[in-house]
């Protein structure tokens, strides 16, 4: 398990669906998992295990967001719309999906910039290695960086979405 480091990402403003902002603080004392996603990637069938973790324990506080980005080989070519779509109806997908964003480079969203400070297990920050990376968010503000071929079932991840439940 990663140890859980604070950022200030809470009130840093994320791009919506329908071209309006977010930030995490709207989603209060939840735990938020929070994953760059590409529909013709390798590893865009953990679509399935994010949204079982979605139905496991989003009603005990917890959601996933995703964050289309075409960074990546081009895997996420598709309108907003198009991707929300194929996310519903192939791998019926019930959580939040936002505005396609950049994760690296200098127009990288805000939100990015934050989350890249924040080490992975082996100790490194930087760059965002591939579509899927993860980051689980605690109430505290505690951060929390998994790799790409994580599974979103790993007992890590799993350990720290349900050690940071609400109530």
């Not at 993860?134 to 050690?163: M, S």
Request: glycine share 10%.
């Amino acid at each position: 398990m990663t140890d859980e480091q604070p950022v200030d990402i809470r009130d840093i403003p994320f791009p919506t669906t329908d071209g309006g902002t977010s930030t995490l603080s709207e989603y209060g004392d939840q735990v938020v998992l929070v994953v760059n996603v590409a529909s013709r990637c390798g590893n865009t069938p953990q679509y399935a295990q994010l949204e079982e973790l979605q139905r496991a324990y989003g009603d005990r506080g917890f959601t996933v967001l995703g964050f289309p980005c075409n960074q990546f080989m081009g895997q996420e070519p598709g309108t907003i719309d198009q991707i929300v779509e194929y996310c519903a109806t192939t791998w019926g997908v019930t959580f939040p999906i936002l505005d396609k964003v950049k994760v690296n480079g200098p127009r990288a969203t805000p939100l990015y910039q934050a989350l890249k400070k924040v080490d992975t297990p082996e100790g490194l920050h930087g760059r965002i290695t591939w579509n899927f990376e993860k980051f689980v968010l605690t109430p505290t503000g505690g951060v929390h960086r998994f790799a790409p071929k994580t599974q979103p079932d790993d007992p890590a991840i799993v350990a720290v979405i349900e050690e940071n439940l609400p109530g």
